[in-house]
């Protein structure tokens, strides 16, 4: 359905409010916090993001691929149907729809047709379908953008390629003779254009501008499209998802990275009135930097993973930090697949400890708490990076 109707926007609300809850409660019925919020969850992970699917976007992508499809080389029925109903002036699109007194389902989708132009380019074929100064088919914006002086004094905005191009060369009218300013700027022009080879008897061609293949795809607009959203599109996030811990560990380090987790921190932030104080030293407020970095006891762990190795290591300021220069240098794959690991297994062994001792009133002394974080790290190195057990033991009896 949604490749064919528009989806309307309480629709939207509703099925998001249900995906929101569903994403941080679970199927029960919670009452709680959002820890996250939604426009950043839907953000692609490596933007940041959790990759939660934004429906209306992914709707309006599903959409445009009827424009795409329009100029196919297919001779569809529903493309006769659809361009004798609605007209085309353009070479490319049908006229836009301008009643309001009936729903169109190809008004809805026509609508999306300027946003599809954003992020596609023409291949010149026989010329005559690609306009000369509006269209781009040549650089990275239309001609008619980068030599807006030119373009004003053009005779003709409409004329296209192949009008312009003769086998002898170009041809270009200008309503008067050029200024001298303006013989710069026409000199650059026909550089620009000068690798132009000339016009064929092929069909001009109408491509996604992004990808070398040029070609359309939901996925391809889908990931364009979403990436508008401001964001920080830097390391930690894709080492967030590299490692080979569980995928809720992964969700957790994302949380941490984030500084998402209830922390003391975050909960006075929240308006709640406790007085905050670390659960594993008590010698310090629970800030997220603290609790997952600094904390004695933290570091304890820190440097019994450091020590498998020479580096020298000074600890940064915030947890994405951490995950950024969290990289080994040299080594084999399964090595810096196993160093990958390290930082979920200490955040989860400490925010399980933290909350064993805050909620359940269990604590565990220094030595457990290491002898479970090698114990979760026995555990995932095994499943998924070191296959030879003896090779598993060297490593932990190391530490
Ligand atoms: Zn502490």
Same mark, same amino acid.
């Given at each position: 359905?949604?490749?064919?109707?528009?989806?309307?926007?309480?629709?939207?609300?509703?099925?998001?409010?249900?995906?929101?809850?569903?994403?941080?409660?679970?199927?029960?019925?919670?009452?709680?916090?959002?820890?996250?919020?939604?426009?950043?969850?839907?953000?692609?992970?490596?933007?940041?993001?959790?990759?939660?699917?934004?429906?209306?976007?992914?709707?309006?992508?599903?959409?445009?691929?009827?424009?795409?499809?329009?100029?196919?080389?297919?001779?569809?029925?529903?493309?006769?149907?659809?361009?004798?109903?609605?007209?085309?002036?353009?070479?490319?699109?049908?006229?836009?729809?301008?009643?309001?007194?009936?729903?169109?389902?190809?008004?809805?989708?026509?609508?999306?047709?300027?946003?599809?132009?954003?992020?596609?380019?023409?291949?010149?074929?026989?010329?005559?379908?690609?306009?000369?100064?509006?269209?781009?088919?040549?650089?990275?914006?239309?001609?008619?953008?980068?030599?807006?002086?030119?373009?004003?004094?053009?005779?003709?905005?409409?004329?296209?390629?192949?009008?312009?191009?003769?086998?002898?060369?170009?041809?270009?009218?200008?309503?008067?003779?050029?200024?001298?300013?303006?013989?710069?700027?026409?000199?650059?022009?026909?550089?620009?254009?000068?690798?132009?080879?000339?016009?064929?008897?092929?069909?001009?061609?109408?491509?996604?501008?992004?990808?070398?293949?040029?070609?359309?795809?939901?996925?391809?607009?889908?990931?364009?499209?979403?990436?508008?959203?401001?964001?920080?599109?830097?390391?930690?996030?894709?080492?967030?998802?590299?490692?080979?811990?569980?995928?809720?560990?992964?969700?957790?380090?994302?949380?941490?990275?984030?500084?998402?987790?209830?922390?003391?921190?975050?909960? @006075? !932030? $929240?308006?709640?009135? *406790?007085?905050?104080? %670390?659960?594993?030293?008590?010698?310090? =407020? /629970?800030? +997220?930097?603290?609790?997952?970095?600094?904390?004695?006891?933290?570091?304890?762990?820190?440097?019994?993973?450091?020590?498998?190795?020479?580096?020298?290591?000074?600890?940064?300021?915030?947890?994405?930090?951490?995950?950024?220069?969290?990289?080994?240098?040299?080594?084999?794959?399964? @090595? !810096? $697949?196993?160093?990958? *690991?390290?930082?979920? %297994?200490?955040?989860?062994?400490?925010? =399980? /400890?933290? +909350?064993?001792?805050?909620?359940?009133?269990?604590?565990?002394?220094?030595?457990?708490?290491?002898?479970?974080?090698?114990?979760?790290?026995?555990?995932?190195?095994?499943?998924?990076?070191?296959?030879?057990?003896?090779?598993?033991?060297?490593?932990?009896?190391?530490?």
């Amino acid at each position: 359905m949604m490749s064919l109707f528009p989806i309307p926007i309480s629709v939207v609300k509703k099925l998001d409010r249900l995906r929101r809850n569903f994403l941080w409660f679970g199927n029960k019925e919670g009452k709680g916090y959002h820890l996250v919020e939604w426009k950043t969850a839907q953000l692609h992970k490596e933007a940041g993001g959790l990759g939660v699917r934004n429906l209306k976007l992914q709707n309006d992508c599903l959409l445009m691929k009827w424009l795409w499809r329009l100029n196919g080389n297919d001779h569809a029925l529903w493309k006769e149907v659809i361009l004798n109903k609605y007209g085309q002036t353009d070479q490319w699109c049908t006229n836009a729809v301008s009643t309001t007194y009936e729903t169109s389902v190809w008004r809805s989708i026509r609508n999306l047709w300027p946003r599809l132009v954003k992020n596609s380019c023409y291949e010149v074929g026989a010329g005559n379908k690609i306009l000369f100064w509006k269209d781009l088919w040549i650089g990275q914006e239309v001609l008619m953008q980068v030599f807006p002086d030119l373009a004003n004094i053009c005779t003709n905005l409409e004329v296209t390629v192949a009008d312009s191009w003769s086998p002898q060369g170009w041809n270009f009218f200008f309503r008067r003779h050029l200024n001298d300013w303006e013989v710069g700027w026409f000199v650059e022009l026909l550089q620009m254009i000068d690798g132009f080879k000339g016009t064929t008897i092929e069909d001009d061609t109408f491509r996604w501008k992004h990808d070398k293949d040029g070609k359309f795809s939901v996925g391809r607009i889908y990931r364009k499209e979403v990436s508008w959203m401001p964001e920080n599109k830097i390391d930690p996030w894709k080492y967030v998802w590299k490692s080979m811990a569980p995928t809720k560990v992964k969700c957790f380090a994302w949380l941490v990275i984030r500084k998402a987790c209830l922390t003391h921190e975050i909960l @006075q !932030k $929240k308006g709640l009135p *406790i007085v905050s104080r %670390c659960m594993l030293c008590s010698d310090s =407020r /629970e800030t +997220n930097n603290h609790l997952f970095l600094h904390c004695k006891v933290t570091s304890q762990l820190w440097t019994m993973f450091l020590s498998l190795t020479e580096t020298k290591w000074s600890m940064p300021e915030h947890t994405a930090d951490l995950l950024s220069c969290w990289i080994r240098r040299g080594g084999s794959e399964t @090595q !810096k $697949k196993w160093w990958r *690991i390290i930082p979920h %297994c200490i955040w989860w062994t400490i925010w =399980r /400890e933290r +909350n064993g001792r805050n909620i359940e009133d269990r604590f565990h002394n220094i030595q457990k708490i290491t002898e479970s974080c090698i114990a979760t790290f026995y555990f995932w190195c095994k499943e998924h990076c070191i296959e030879n057990v003896e090779q598993l033991v060297d490593l932990l009896g190391l530490l």
